[in-house]
């Protein structure tokens, strides 16, 4: 299990931007389970929808990358470089995430060639799944 102090030693994702709490499980290179505990106070809400507050679709999308981030640069080989989207495809949001929802973020690698890849991303709490979807990274 990672601590957020720990994943900030791997990605420079730092807060109000850092969207994992922890990383449950990791095989660096090739999946992790991370975990993110949603909040009313979260700087999103204020906006989106102050009368119903939703987490965007695009930041969990964000927080499913920042997993993925973490799978690819606990690599030792990749220590100290950054992981950016190279593109999204089939992505799928499935319910609202809401105040008091606690996303598991599962993330496993597909195939990666060089500094490029592709993995399959889910988000979601027991049976309920809240988005999914394949992210490609691309390392630099």
């Keep these: 299990m990672l601590t957020s102090k720990e994943i900030m030693e791997i990605i420079p994702h730092r807060s109000p931007f850092l969207l994992v709490d922890q990383i449950l499980e990791i095989e660096p290179g090739i999946r992790a ?9 979260e700087p999103f809400f204020a906006g ?28 030792e080989e990749n220590r100290g470089k950054n992981a950016y989207f190279g593109g999204i495809q089939n992505a799928r949001f499935r319910n609202k995430v809401i105040p008091g929802d606690v996303l598991t973020l599962e993330v496993q690698v597909k195939k990666s060639k060089g500094p490029v890849g592709v993995a399959s991303a889910k988000a979601y ?16």
């Design 33 to 41: 389970i991370g975990k993110k505990c949603v909040s009313y106070n």
């Design 48 to 75: 989106h929808f102050p009368n119903e507050p939703v987490m965007p679709g695009v930041l969990v999308i964000e927080a499913l990358a920042q997993v993925g981030s973490v799978v690819i640069l606990a690599k």
């Design 125 to 140: 709490d027991g049976n309920k799944v809240f988005a999914e979807g394949e992210i490609t990274f691309v390392v630099s």
